[in-house]
């Protein structure tokens, strides 16, 4: 390979950064606020302000595959039960926007995916309606209830699953360094086809930099996030908190099989790459949609708008 | 004072005064290098650069070939630079006492590890070299770094 392992990932990174769709963005935003506009109408006195949640929110998004969550927080006492809630959600929607979407009821939200506009975009959209948990509490907690439509997994008894979306948001704030590799991660599972669900790899980054010493380049972190990942998600007693609800252990999504497949992929990765630069091609492709070729005019930032700048200590300069 | 660079067709702008001072302080560390940190913003387009200060770091060796630079207690001060004005490091200066105002590869290494450095927000920082005599800055150049290349401005 002509460049490092650490300029390459640089590369995928930046094609695939929101602001090269910040169009395609605008427009998911100018509907979300539509949305939350008619349902804050509509349920008057029963709901919060709702809340924007999702990859987006936190900073993880990619921009392959991209919508935008909402969360409508209800009050305790605006429905008899969690079904009802989510019913009453779907309904309204439905009625609101059957001519224009395709509406329809998920595993905890109720999905909206808009025919395409002018420009042969669709707009993908997630209501998830929750119910506070206490009574005039939510404002101070956040905690809610969502009914759970689709049954998976260890919820298989379970029709509803608490949750506290704006702690699951506070988890990963400030933690660039890890957002950077969950989007990497993200990047291989959308490009490689695999299943895992986002929030599992969001949630095995974040345990492995709190867990394991990763530090060096860009490369030599992600190197040692998956092999953090390799080493401890086939472990028994390998758990994985769910920040929004402490007795939600996100490993157990997935059953023996599938973790001991995790690692066994993670470490094949790692060792193809080490066998030969160019592999990591393979696993983290650039988007060429908007791979960097000529050279681009203006000033770059590498997030979304201007930050803090650390420069790197002791460094030199001299005839 | 402005500046205009071809390859990146971007503009960077600085008063006067504010160049003055870094030259004195350059002349008054003769014949030894000396520098610092460039603080600043972009335009809302980014193709323009506004620098508006520098910062000394509180940690430097200074040489008559060499200048290195620490970023020793200075975190708090860019942190506290962004949360008060929204300006921000982007990039840095130096002098060559008796050389000219030509990068090193020193400098141009410098200037990839910084790009590269995850904890930098900018992915184009600027070089300000100062080419200084006992008494007097005898030229100075601004250069934009992208793609593992310095480019001067005009």
């Known amino acids: 390979m002509d460049i490092s392992k650490h300029d390459y990932l640089e590369k995928v990174l930046e094609s695939h950064k929101m602001k090269h769709v910040s169009d395609f963005v605008s427009k998911h935003k100018t509907k979300r606020d539509e949305i939350k506009s ?62 224009k979407a395709t509406v329809r009821k998920q595993k905890v939200s109720i999905g909206l995916e808009f025919y395409p506009d002018e420009d042969g975009e669709v707009i993908n959209l997630d209501i998830v309606p929750g119910r506070e948990l206490n009574q005039d509490k939510y404002l101070e907690d956040k ?85 953090y990942i390799q080493n401890n998600v086939n472990q028994e007693g390998f758990t994985l908190k769910d920040p929004g609800n402490s007795g939600n252990n996100v490993i157990d999504t997935l059953n023996t099989n599938e973790r001991q497949k995790l690692s066994d992929t993670m470490k094949r990765i790692i060792e193809n790459i080490e066998a030969n630069d160019d592999n990591i091609k393979i696993y983290f492709p650039i988007n060429e949609k908007f791979e960097e070729t000529d050279t681009q005019r203006g000033y770059g930032i590498k997030t979304a708008s201007a930050s803090v700048s650390i420069p790197p200590n002791n460094t030199r300069f001299g005839l | 004072m402005k500046f205009f660079n071809q390859h990146k067709q971007v503009s960077l702008i600085i008063e006067e005064t504010l160049l003055k001072k870094i030259s004195q302080i350059g002349i008054e560390k003769y014949p030894y290098e000396t520098g610092g940190f460039l603080v600043g913003y972009y335009s ?111």
């Open chain 1, 143 to 227: 905690k809610l209830n969502l009914y759970v439509n689709t049954l998976y997994g260890v919820l298989k008894e379970k029709t509803y699953i608490q949750t506290n979306i704006q702690a699951q948001i506070d988890h990963i704030t400030a933690k660039e360094n890890e957002r950077k590799k969950i989007r990497l991660l993200k990047a291989w599972k959308h490009h490689n086809r695999e299943t895992y669900k986002s929030f599992l790899l969001e949630l095995l980054v974040i345990k492995a930099f709190d867990q394991a010493n990763i530090d060096g380049n860009l490369w030599e972190k992600l190197k040692k996030t998956m092999e």
């Open chain 2, 44 to 154: 809302d387009d980014s193709m323009t650069l506004y620098i508006t200060d520098y910062l000394l770091p509180h940690k430097q060796k200074g040489m008559a070939y060499l200048f290195e630079r620490s970023i020793d207690g200075m975190k708090q001060v860019f942190k506290n630079l962004f949360d008060r004005q929204k300006h921000f490091y982007i990039g840095e200066w130096h002098t060559h006492p008796n050389g000219s105002c030509m990068y090193s590869s020193t400098d141009l290494n410098a200037m990839i590890e910084i790009a590269n450095c995850e904890t930098v927000n900018i992915t184009n920082p600027v070089l300000l070299i100062l080419s200084i005599t006992e008494k007097q800055v005898k030229d100075f150049t601004f250069s934009i770094y992208n793609n593992k290349g310095l480019h001067p401005y005009e």
């Open chain 1, 38 to 99: 008619e349902l804050q109408s509509n349920y008057t006195g029963k709901i919060y302000v709702p809340i924007n949640s999702g990859s987006y929110a936190k900073h993880t998004a990619i921009n392959i595959k991209f919508d935008l969550d909402i969360i409508v927080p209800f009050k305790r006492d605006a429905f008899e039960t969690l079904e009802e809630m989510f019913d009453s959600v779907y309904d309204f929607l439905y009625e609101k926007y059957k001519d």
